[in-house]
């Protein structure tokens, strides 16, 4: 999938194929956890955004401040450097889309693509 590109002009198809790819990667070194401290604050996003049902300044906000909380993650464990910086293109392609309501929807498809690939592929626990 091409991340240069906003993300709203991502299909399905892709989305699909980037996460098995991503997630198998992520499996070999990253624990379950690291993941799913991130995914714990998108959830929050995503709750916020299931309100009003389209993307306003707070959501943008709290979706470029995942950055901050990526690059602690990563400077913690060198293993996470990876997630991070594909996390980073994800969001940075949600910020650059024309329709960042199907944006949104995307990352969330693709955030949880990687959860479910992670574990398909034996994401260690600890």
Known sequence: MDLSKPLDKASAQEINSYC???????????KTNQIRNVF???????????????VNE???????????????????????KNFQQEMNKVIDAVINSTDKNLALQNFFAIVEGFVAY???????DN
Not at 118 to 124: A, L, Q, S, V
């Open 58 to 80: 707070k959501i943008e906000r709290d979706l470029i401040l995942l950055k901050p909380l990526l690059a602690y993650s990563a400077g913690r464990k060198a293993e996470v």
């Open 40 to 54: 714990s604050k998108i959830t929050s996003i995503r709750n916020n955004y299931s309100i009003k049902r389209e």
């Open 118 to 124: 992670h574990k398909f592929y034996g994401g260690r």
């Open 20 to 30: 098995d790819k991503k997630g198998k990667e992520f499996a070999i070194n990253i």
